[in-house]
Structures are given as C-alpha cells and as structure tokens.
C-alpha cells in the first residue's frame, strides 16, 4: 500500500511551491516525522515530514523545480516490492534508483517473515535528531511559553504558512491547528458477530484452567494478534476500557502470552489501539475524545456483539481496517481454531 | 492638601533637616543671599546664617572636595552643584574620592554628603547647561543617585538622602521648580529603592524618570481612550533600583519601554531594559523598548532641542507600534 | 626655650619614629624585590624627618592626609607596623581589611584620612576636614600633605583660595623632593614656588625638611597658630627621595645622576645628622642609639612575617563597605 506524498499547499494564494532539495534519497527508509524535502514557500522554508514509517520511493519531482501544488511528488511504501512504478510517470531519478534496488537480494524477499526482519534490519539506518531538524522559529519568549504550556508545537503555524515572529495573540490560532482531526474524518466499520462459539469456548477455558479467564483477556488477546497479523507491528500495546465505568488497563502483547497468564501492562506503554468494551453497559455505540488512531467498540446486540472499527485513515488503509475487523471477527467467531 | 512648588518642596526638606541637625552644612556658588539662581535655597542663610550656609567661589572640584574632607570628620555637608553638566568638572572628587572612600578604608571611615544638582533641556540654555548625566554617576559603585519626579518626591528624597551615611547625588529637572504638587505638612521620608506606580495596567509597562513621568502619564491617559490600559511606574531612585516592582509589572504586562531624559545609548534606559530582558524574558510578547534623549548634543534653537528630549506623544505612539506588534 | 630634660623625650620620640619609618620602608622594599608584594609602592626613605618633624607636633585628633607616597605619614601618625604590613599584603588585618594597599591606606583612629592616589587629590580632604574642625569648634587642625608633583593639580589652589578666605586651619606641608615622577621640579611648575600660596595671602614658610628639629618647631608654632583661627599657613619642605618614584624604578640615571642621590644620602641624611646632634648634645650615646635602631629592626621583621602569615580577608567581603549602613 503506497503513501502519496505531495507538494502542499503553504500559502493562501500559491499555485507552485519550490521544491527547494530532497533530504532523503529514493529507496531509503524513512520514520514517521522525519524531515523528507525542503520546499519554499513565498515567506520561507520549511521541510515535510514523512507522515508514516516506511521506505520512500518513487521520487518524480527534482530539486529546485517548482511543483504545482497538490501533485504527488513521491510515495512511501512498508515494503520496497510494493513501489507502484506503474502508476506514476518515471523520472530518469526513479527509474535509476529502481534498478539498483532491484538487483539487492534482500528487497527480493517474498515471505511475511523475510519482510519483517527486512524492517528490522533497516531500523538502525535513522538520521539522529540534529540541530537543523529543530527548525528555529520567531516567537515571542511569551508566545513560546504559552504553547510549551499547553504541549502544542510551533511547526504547526509554520506548517499553515503562519507568518513570523508568532506572538501571544497567535495561541488561539495555534490551538485550532493542533486538535486532532475530527471522529467525523475518520473511518468507520461495523460488522455483527455471532458468539455462540465464544461463550462455549470461554466457559470451558474456564473450567478447564484454575484462574478465571476473562472475556476481556481473550478479546484483547484476540484483538493484538489481529493487529500484529494486519499491521506487522512488534510491540502491540493496547488500552482495554471495560466494566460498567469503563476503566482502563493496558495490556502488552496479550496475544504472545497464554490466556490465564494474561496481565495488565506493569509500566506505561503506548497503545497502538483502544478497545472500548461496552458489554457490561447498555450502550451500544460510544464515540469520543481520544487521541487513538485505531478505537474497537464491542457492545451487545441481542444474541450477537457488535464490533466497531474507528481508525484514522494515516494510521491504516481501507483495506488494513477491513482485514482488522474480519480477522477479529473470525477469531470470534471460531476461537478454537487460533489455539491451534 | 496643600499644594507647593518643587523648588519649596526642596527648601522646605533642607531648611527642616538643618534644624535638627547642627552638622548639615550648604556650600556652593550663589547659595547663600542670592538662593541659587533658581532660588531654590532662598531664606536659608536668614536662618541659618554665612557660617552654614557657604557661598562658594567658582571652584566645583574644590568645594566638593572639601566637602568631601568635612563629610569624612564629622559634617553633613550638601554641595549645589549649579548645574549637572559641572559634574564632569567633580568626577575625581565625587567618583575617586567620596564614592570609594568607605571601601578603601574597610568600612572605617563614611562621606556622609548630598550632591544637589539639576538635569533637563528645553530650556534653550545649550549643550553645556541642559545635560542628564545621571548614568555617568550611577555607574559607580558607592554611589546613590535620587530622580524626584515631583515636589512630593524631592521633600521626601532630599530628606532621606540628608539622612543617609552615604554619598547621596540628586538631579531635579530644572524645568519642574514652579511646578506644583500636593504635599504633606506632616513629616515624610521616602526610601530609596522603592518605586511608585502611579497607574496600575495590564497592556503595557512605562517606566519613566523625572520630568519623563508626567509625560508617561500624559500617554498613559491617551492610550486608557483607546482602551489601553498603561501600567506607570517612577523609580524614583535609579542607585539603588527597585527590579521588583517593574519585573513584576511586566511579567503581567509582557509589554514595556522604559522612558529617561539621558541619552539613549549607554544610559538609564539601557540598563533597566536589560535588567526586564534578565529577568522577565519568558513573559515578553515584543521587544523591550528604550526611549531616551537623542544622541546629540543638546542644540540651543527652540526648532532643534525639543525634537531632541521624548514627549508624550511620541510615548503614546511608541506603546502603539509597540502592541501591534510593528516593533 | 624648653629644658633639654624634657626635650629628651620629645628628641628620641623623632628620633625613633624617622628610624621606624626607614625600618618599614626598608622591609617593604624587600617585599617587593622578593616578589612578595602584590602591586607597587612608593618610596619615603630619605624624607623621614618631614612626617615625623610635623606629625609629632599633632595630637591624634589632628587630621592628616598623604599621598601615594604615605607610608612614612602613616608612621608617623602612630600607625602599627603589624597593620601597615598587613595592608600591604591586602590581608584582612591591614588598616583597610586589605580592600585599600599601600596607596590607600588610612588610619582613622590616628586621624589619618588616608593616602591618595590621585596626584593632589586630597587637598580637598584635608582643607574639608579644617571646615569640620572650625564649624565644630573642635581646635583641631589638619594637614594636607603633597609633593611638588601636585603643584601642577588645580585642585589644590582652589582648595587653597577656600581655606584663605575662610581661614581655615589648615597647613599645606610641600614635600619637594625635587622631582615628580622622572621628571625635574624646575620643568614642572613655572615661577616662585612659595608664591603660589603667599599669592592667595597664605603665610608661606620654607624649611630644610631634613632637619627634623628645624621642621618641628616651625609646625609647632603653625600649629598653635592654626588653631587660635590665624590659619591657613604653607610650609615648603626641601627634601630628597632616596629611592626611585616607585619601588620598580630602578634604573633611574636617565632622569637623577648617582652623583646626586650619593650627595644626600652621605651629606644630608635626616637620620644621621640628627644621631650627631643627639649624640653631641649629650642627649644619647651612639649605642643606645644603635640599639633602638635594632629593636625597631626587629620589630619591622617581625610584623613582615606576621603579615605573611596572616590570613587573607574571606571572598564574602569583596561587596561589604559598598555602602555604610544607616
């Protein structure tokens, strides 16, 4: 699945944006964050960050052009063999860069396995933090303080083309820019799961092992290995609000460990999920303020549980999410099966 | 409350602390008959007669000297020095002698004296009798340096600076003697390093000296038309300097320019903008502003030396540009 | 004219105090060849008989004020050589707490308002100190001790013009010893020396300042002049600095001939032509004499190692003495 990254728009009334040096090369791996390109704007220059972890190919616009704004420049892909070379024009750039990376063995690895060490492996290839990646900002000490104070980041204004040196008065603006998107831009699913199997497969766990294994510790094991199998992602934490107030507990990795040895998380750990378990509630849909880029409601609905996908579309495509929830609601749906 | 003149403001201090203590001398040129030629000491020597009240000849190093020497053997000695601009004449005897003295001796000996001398242009009185060399002196350690920016001011500094074991030097605007201001029948002092807010505010810190301080508030009361609301503030003595209270203001203003009748550049207005910048910089919104007499020697023709000293007006616009962020 | 009974006292008194003064000098001077001094100072060797012929027609209370060259003054005065070493060293028993040096140092119990290092810088002082002494009706008188150096320092003819017009009692003692810094005195300041003062209609007086005797009784007689208010008077001292302007100017043939400085110190010695009076007087013996020199000889020693020794003043003291307390 390839991300498109393009020549934003920085300005009020700018068609083109300069395209000023590309700071990281075709083919190389980049982190969510890291500074991809310089691009001038009419005020200034400011750089664009890579807006996922991944390998950044596909580079069709050249340093020193101008770009009209909005065309896609390049495209950051998880697995160098996933380069849509097709679907963009080929730049001499890419097409060069294209056949050196096809003669790596390694890039020509075709098993998930393979493909995950390949991550791995690239990790260590990261540009430390360095002074220039701190872009410098004219702020006011107050204006400075004011935002340190609330954890907002100036990037933010220089990003919405802000003009500089921001001030006191420019807090109300940096505020609006740094709410977290809307639930209303973000993506939803829902699919009915019937859980006839489930219960049948919960009681006897129970009876079967000494401690008691709650429908909790399984859905959230249940819900990491469908992660760790859509997203290839290690470390899986997951923050798990459940019983009448909806408390939370995180839980590290649940899947990788057997159900009754199942433990809440001992140190604080990001969640890269949240499971909202409304089924000692009422409700049947629960929506909010939350910073998760991927939510699982799971409510009752007469015989059935209702499952609900919530994700921000930067954090997984249409297809990852619906291969989520599919995945979750077969394990549900046939809970034996994932213990073999 | 009755309301007096800052000439008799200053008369009424002295003639006061004279009475209760025998060792307070004057000494200086036309002291004694003719008052000073701005007849600010008039009727002293009725009271108090030739032997302490001294009329000097025109020998500024000497008769601070001297004053110095009785300071140092058990006199309280105030010199007039006629105009501020003679300062440069005394240096060696105010800044060598009388300010280091106490330290040089290891606290054994004290030059208990006042130096009375004025500041201020736009009288037309040219470049050599229309200085503010007010910096120059406070520059040096050892000595404290009083800026009465009333009549009220000048009684109860003069008083304190009478009373005080140290050299003391005084600048009245000599523009300000006829002006009058309410003061207490009641005895009074004012203690150095302790500023006065004339106007609480919340958008922007003026702090201003001497004759500067009307103009301030004379901006301030613009600005309050246009819904600004200025924060004024006298420091009344600048050697020593009360931070607290103008960090504390602009720490809730975020705002300031500081407002001085010395010149600009390596003066007054330099060091106290310093001193916000030190220690209120995380609460600035835009640059601390200095705003002090130009830097030129004061011109004699009434169409150049006004253009050379900062009125409200220009107070007023500096505050604008200033929070709309044009600076 | 007094008994030489009682002069006997007041003669061995000079005698031992222009001793003391040379013992001091002499240690000093040592201090700073030995690399034990920190900063410079000035030479009085050879001057003795100025300081101590004055001072000792002083009381405590009388006020004086030097020059950078005031150690000899200081002595004179009453000071202690434990505290005058002290000082020096800028250690923290030193007259000053360390904080003033040989160009500072001051003794106020003793009236000593202190040296100057400003050339003439404390006429005022010491014309100030006589306006104290006439307002407060204390009888006291000052001295204002210059060199010839200072005749060229306005300040001191304004002072001087002052003290005649308000008869002050005051005496400006001239120590002229013939030289300002490297420069001869007759390059220096124009005229009639004397003049300047009779000019302001001071009654003007010169002396052979080596000649402690000669030097006393003329202050003796100024000083109870001074004081019943027929002040101010001035005094020009002839005299003659045996060693260079400061203790580092060594090599000084280019301004003073060796000639010179031998003649003064065989022919003119204020020391050793007094030791002749006293000793033809019959007023003391070459050895009593000899064994007060070793005694003040050992008590200078003495006080120099104290003052190695002594403490140096703690660093929290760099910003006391600012400002007296009210």
New interface residues.
């Given amino acids: 699945m390839a991300h498109e990254i393009i020549m934003p728009a920085l300005g009020m009334a700018q068609e083109t944006g300069r395209l000023v040096a590309w700071l990281k090369n075709e083919g190389d791996t980049v982190r969510k964050g890291e500074p991809l390109m310089e691009v001038e704007t009419d005020k200034s220059t400011m750089e664009v960050e890579a807006p996922k972890d991944g390998f950044l190919v596909n580079i069709t616009a050249l340093a020193n052009t101008d770009v009209p704004v909005g065309e896609v420049v390049a495209h950051i892909v998880e697995h160098l063999e996933d380069a849509p070379a097709k679907l963009v024009k080929a730049s001499p750039l890419a097409l060069e860069q294209e056949a050196i990376t096809a003669q790596e063995p390694q890039h020509q690895a075709s098993n998930q396995a393979d493909a995950d060490t390949n991550v791995r492996v690239a990790e260590p290839a990261i540009n430390p933090p360095t002074a220039h990646n701190k872009a410098k900002f004219l702020a006011s000490p107050k204006l400075r303080s004011l935002a340190a104070s609330e954890n907002l980041d100036l990037q933010v204004l220089r990003n919405a083309g802000h003009p500089e040196p921001f001030k006191a008065a420019d807090m109300t603006t940096l505020r609006q820019l740094s709410i977290r998107p809307n639930i209303s831009l973000r993506n939803n699913a829902t699919s009915l799961v019937d859980k006839t199997s489930f219960n049948i497969f919960l009681s006897e766990i129970n009876s079967a092992s000494q401690m008691t294994v709650s429908s909790e510790l399984v859905l959230a094991s249940f819900i990491s290995a469908s992660l760790r199998v859509t997203t290839n992602a290690d470390n899986i934490g997951i923050s798990y609000k459940s019983g009448p107030e909806l408390q939370s507990t995180m839980y590290y990795n649940p899947d990788k460990q057997q159900l009754a040895d199942i433990a809440p998380a001992e140190h604080d750990i990001l969640a890269m999920a949240e499971i909202c378990d409304l089924t000692s509630t009422d409700f049947i849909q629960l929506s909010g303020d939350t910073n998760s880029n991927i939510i699982v409601t799971i409510s009752n609905f007469t015989e059935q549980f209702m499952v609900t996908l919530d994700w921000d579309p930067n954090a997984l495509s249409q297809i990852e999410a619906l291969e989520l929830l599919r995945d979750f609601s077969t394990r549900i749906k046939s809970p034996l099966k994932q213990l073999l | 409350m009755r309301e007096i003149t800052f000439g008799a403001a200053v008369n009424e201090a002295i003639a006061e602390e004279m009475r209760l203590d025998e060792?307070i001398?004057v000494l200086g040129e036309d002291v004694a008959e003719a008052g000073t030629p701005f007849k600010v000491l008039s009727g002293l020597v009725e009271e108090f007669g030739t032997?302490?009240i001294?009329d000097?000849?025109i020998?500024e190093?000497?008769?601070?000297?001297?004053?110095?020497?009785?300071?140092?053997?058990?006199?309280r000695?105030i010199v007039d020095l006629m105009f501020g601009d003679f300062l440069f004449l005394i240096m060696?005897?105010l800044c060598?002698?009388a300010a280091k003295?106490?330290?040089?001796?290891?606290?054994?000996?004290?030059v208990?004296m006042v130096l009375r001398t004025n500041m201020g242009a736009t009288r037309r009185s040219a470049a050599q009798h229309s200085q503010s060399l007010h910096a120059l002196v406070a520059h040096i350690?050892?000595l404290?340096v009083a800026m009465p920016s009333s009549a009220y001011e000048a009684k109860g500094l003069m008083k304190t600076a009478i009373?005080?074991?140290?050299p003391v030097v005084i600048f009245e605007d000599k523009l300000m003697y006829n002006d009058k201001a309410e003061v207490p029948e009641e005895e009074y002092l004012i203690n150095f390093g302790e500023a006065e807010i004339l106007h609480t505010g919340s958008d922007i810190t003026l702090v201003a000296t001497s004759s500067m301080v009307q103009q301030a508030e004379i901006a301030a009361k613009t600005l309050a038309k246009q819904n600004i609301s200025a924060e004024v503030i006298d420091p009344r003595t600048i050697s020593p300097l009360d931070e607290t209270t103008i960090i504390n203001s602009v720490k809730k203003t975020s705002h300031a320019i500081v407002i001085d009748e010395g010149h600009q550049n390596y003066g007054i207005t330099a060091e106290i903008a310093a001193r916000i910048s030190e220690k209120a910089f995380y609460y600035l919104d835009a640059p601390v502003q200095r705003f002090g007499a130009m830097d030129v020697p004061v011109p004699f023709s009434p169409a150049l030396e006004d253009l050379t000293v900062p009125t409200a007006q220009q107070i007023h616009e500096r505050a604008i540009s200033v929070l709309e962020g044009k600076i | 004219m007094t008994d030489k009974k009682d002069n006997r006292e007041s003669y061995l008194q000079m005698f031992k105090q222009m001793v003391r003064i040379r013992a001091f000098e002499e240690q000093a001077n040592q201090l700073y060849l030995s690399a034990k001094m920190p900063g410079l100072t000035h030479m009085y060797v050879g001057q003795e008989a100025v300081a101590v012929g004055i001072c000792e027609a002083l009381t405590p209370n009388d006020?004086i004020?030097s020059t950078h060259r005031g150690h000899g003054h200081c002595v004179a005065k009453g000071a202690d050589f434990k505290q005058m070493f002290c000082e020096l060293l800028g250690k923290e028993e030193?007259?000053?707490?360390?904080?003033?040096g040989s160009m500072?140092i001051?003794d106020?119990a003793n009236g000593n308002?202190?040296a100057?290092?400003?050339v003439g810088?404390?006429?005022?002082?010491?014309?100030?100190?006589?306006?104290?002494?006439k307002?407060?009706g204390?009888n006291e008188v000052?001295v204002c001790f210059f060199g010839d150096g200072a005749l060229g320092q306005?300040?001191l003819y304004?002072?001087m013009?002052?003290a005649a017009?308000?008869k002050l009692p005051v005496i400006y003692a001239c120590e002229n010893n013939l030289y300002g810094e490297y420069t001869k005195v007759e390059e220096m300041a124009a005229g009639d020396l004397m003049a300047r003062a009779t000019g302001f209609g001071i009654e003007s007086f010169e002396v052979d300042g080596q000649d402690v005797l000669a030097v006393n009784n003329l202050t003796q007689e100024l000083v109870e002049r001074a004081r019943k208010g027929h002040g101010p008077f001035f005094i020009l001292l002839n005299t003659y600095r045996y060693y260079g302007h400061h203790v580092g100017d060594i090599n000084r043939e280019y301004y003073r001939s060796k000639e010179e400085e031998m003649l003064w110190r065989k022919e003119r010695d204020p020391i050793t032509n007094f030791t002749q009076l006293l000793v033809e007087k019959k007023i003391s013996t070459p050895e009593e004499l000899k064994s007060i020199e070793r005694e003040i000889e050992t008590e200078a020693e003495e006080a120099v190692h104290y003052a190695l020794d002594a403490a140096w003043p703690d660093a929290s003291e760099v910003d006391?003495?600012?400002?007296?307390?009210?």
């Fill in positions: 060792r001398i032997q302490r001294i000097t000849p020998s190093p000497g008769f601070t000297g001297i004053a110095v020497g009785a300071a140092m053997t058990g006199l000695p060696d005897q060598n002698q003295t106490h330290y040089m001796s290891g606290g054994k000996l004290n208990p350690p050892g404290k009373r005080d074991n140290n | 006020k004020t030193g007259y000053c707490r360390g904080k003033g500072h001051a106020q308002l202190g100057n290092a400003i810088g404390s006429a005022g002082i010491a014309t100030g100190a006589a306006l104290s002494a307002q407060l204390s000052s306005g300040l304004e002072t013009n002052m017009l308000w006391m003495h600012v400002f007296a307390s009210n």
